[in-house]
């Protein structure tokens, strides 16, 4: 299977099982897209049909370029065959059971009151808590437990607003610190928070503690404060800016993201990063929002237009930034197109349910953040382990040969069959497809491929 498509005035095509990425000129761009269809003598007449007139354009030449697209379909670059396909279930049934990460929930409460939150202001649709050292201790103990022989293991601190819980915070890392010593484990810890509770405490033990930070800022103060308010109906940008300025500063600029969410309010999110690069960050993540169809923020097919040029567009700033010297980060559009995800992740997906789990304040287990309080997938508790094991079965199963809309797509191997939880919540099965979804991640991976193949050809 290929993929060729015209971006940022390059001619792409993606040979998609083998990864490879081929930049070539217009030509041997409509060679390859009639290559599979037509014999030799066939393409020779059409090529010298369609550029009649242009002395370059020769059958010797056209033969030629037949001739290496042989080549390097032989050497498994071009055309190559999927043989993914049979191993996908069993490599995940490999790792099923070896947990590498958790999602600490150690607040269901917040103080902002988000319209669009999917977490329903913090208490996933049940009873507001926070978590207790104690609860937290035998959450590391289990992640230790089931980690088999990982070495590295991965916690996020997440709410609701995790710093209202931060004393027990410090507490369970100075605990981590000392079991890993232990038990020859490395924790990488993160954090989310939506800044409102920042200070020197806070930035002294983060920049100590957490491996990354992620900060929730949704781009221009409009923007931002037409959703994330307190309980007074009060905007949070002007309080949460300076703090998050402050934090970024100590951290020396690394190791954090500003997290934004762009909604039916603000399709042109594009806007929304130049104002956080305005406002110093270089590190970006904008996301679209997560909620019902029917829910005033979602977005709609009328947006679908106006996302996708950005998307466009913040590949042209970024390039334009990178040859400036004054580069940036956006998350969504970073890829190894010379080594990247091993083929288990290619295929195999997040993981979640099966090597990442999120932890209630009580200690129940769900396969992820977005599943929290959705009884049904509830997978068990941080003291008896996986009691449900259809539920986390279902999981294992997942993988991106199990969806049947996934097997023509040319993305799938980057996108592994995309979000669980946006498909269960799209279709009602986590084997499901998000089809908004899927339209925005193709667009995003033909940017970031467009973005990294003009950033190698400017070094050669």
């Known amino acids: 299977m290929i993929h060729c498509y015209k971006l940022g005035g390059l001619n792409i095509v993606l040979d998609i099982c083998s990864g490879s990425v081929h930049v070539v000129d217009e030509v041997a761009y409509d060679i390859i897209g009639m290559y599979e269809s037509g014999s030799r003598e066939e393409i020779c007449d059409r090529i010298l049909t369609k550029y009649a007139g242009r002395e370059d354009v020769t059958k010797a030449e056209i033969l030629e370029c037949c001739d290496q697209i042989e080549e390097l379909k032989a050497a498994g670059k071009l055309f190559t ?10 490599l995940k049934r490999k790792t099923s059971g070896v947990v590498k990460a958790l999602c600490l929930h150690v607040a269901h409460i917040c103080n902002l009151n988000c319209s669009y939150c999917f977490a329903s202001q913090g208490k996933y649709h049940g009873d507001r808590a926070v978590m207790s050292l104690e609860v937290g201790k035998r959450a590391l103990d289990f992640l230790i437990e089931n980690s088999t022989g990982r070495r590295n293991l991965e916690v996020d601190f997440f709410g609701g607003e995790p710093l209202m ?10 605990y981590a610190r000392e079991r890993e010593k232990e038990c020859g484990k490395n924790f990488r810890f993160t954090l989310t928070t939506n800044g409102v509770l920042i200070d020197d405490d806070v930035i002294e033990f983060a920049n100590k503690e957490m491996s990354n930070v992620v900060l929730s800022l949704d781009g221009r103060k409009e923007v931002h404060d037409r959703y994330r308010v307190d309980y007074a109906g009060q905007g949070s940008w002007e309080k949460i800016v300076p703090k998050f300025q402050r934090l970024v500063k100590a951290r020396e600029g690394r190791n954090y993201y500003m997290r934004g969410t762009f909604t039916h309010a603000n399709p042109d999110f594009l806007n929304d990063i130049r104002q956080m690069l305005d406002l110093g960050f270089k590190e970006l993540s904008m996301e679209p929002v997560v909620c019902a169809p029917d829910d005033p923020s979602a977005l709609t097919d009328e947006d679908l237009p106006i996302v996708l040029e950005q998307y ?14 004054d580069p940036f980060t956006f998350y969504h559009y970073m890829i190894d197109l010379k080594g990247g995800p091993c083929i288990y992740k290619r295929i195999s997906g997040c993981g979640s349910g099966t090597e990442y789990m999120a932890v209630t304040p009580w200690g129940d287990l769900y396969p992820c953040h977005q599943f929290v309080g959705e009884e049904k997938f509830k997978l068990g508790n941080i003291w008896d382990g996986v009691t449900n094991t259809e539920a986390q079965d279902e999981f294992a199963s997942c993988n991106v040969y199990s969806r049947p809309e996934c097997r023509d797509c040319w993305a799938k191997l980057y996108c592994s069959g995309g979000c669980a939880a946006n498909a269960y919540h799209s279709t009602g099965s986590v084997k499901g497809v998000y089809k908004y979804g899927c339209e925005l991640f193709r667009k995003r991976m033909e940017c970031a491929i467009m973005l990294e193949a003009a950033k190698t050809m400017d070094v050669e």
């Open 81 to 90: 065959p999927d043989t993914f396909e049979p191993m996908a279930g069993d």
């Open 165 to 174: 819980n931060f004393d027990m915070i410090r507490e369970l890392v100075a």
């Open 312 to 325: 466009e567009k913040l590949a042209e700033l970024m390039l334009k930034k990178h040859r400036e010297g």
